[in-house]
Every structure is written in structure tokens, then in C-alpha cells.
């Protein structure tokens, strides 16, 4: 499933085609050049193994981890 990111406008929440476009672009670019964060800090508050699943992901990523748990 394809996400359908929304905005508010006013009291609404309405899809928004553009938000659709970047995520879509976005998506396409890490799925064909990878991620770098090389140098990047981060601060990760989490529980569980998806928590574990993204660190691990951040680290590899080379990422500066700070880890708090609830």
C-alpha cells in the first residue's frame, strides 16, 4: 500500500498529491543510491525490537546514536 499523506487546511485534513510526490521521491532515492549518515547525530527513544531494527539500521547507516527507553 502506497501512503496518502495528508495537510490540514483549516479544520480538515486533505490528501495532498505533493506530499505524495516527495515521499514517492524520496523512497525511489534511497531504494537506488542507499542512505548515508556519515557524521549525522541522532536521538532514538524507543521500546521493543522495531526500535532495535532501526538502530540497527541507523548504525549501519554510520550514524551517532543517543538511545532512551521507556
Known amino acids: 500500500p502506497l501512503p496518502h499523506p495528508k495537510c490540514k487546511v483549516g479544520s480538515n485534513w486533505k490528501y495532498s498529491s505533493n506530499l505524495t510526490g516527495v515521499n514517492l ?3 525511489h532515492e534511497i531504494a537506488t543510491l542507499g542512505t548515508n549518515f556519515k557524521d549525522k547525530n541522532t536521538h ?5 525490537s522495531i526500535g ?3 538502530m540497527k ?3 549501519w547507516g554510520g550514524v551517532h546514536i543517543i538511545i532512551t527507553t521507556s
Open 52 to 54: 532495535l531494527e532501526i
Open 44 to 48: 532514538l527513544i524507543s521500546k521493543g
Open 57 to 59: 539500521d541507523l548504525l
Open 25 to 27: 521521491d524520496i523512497l
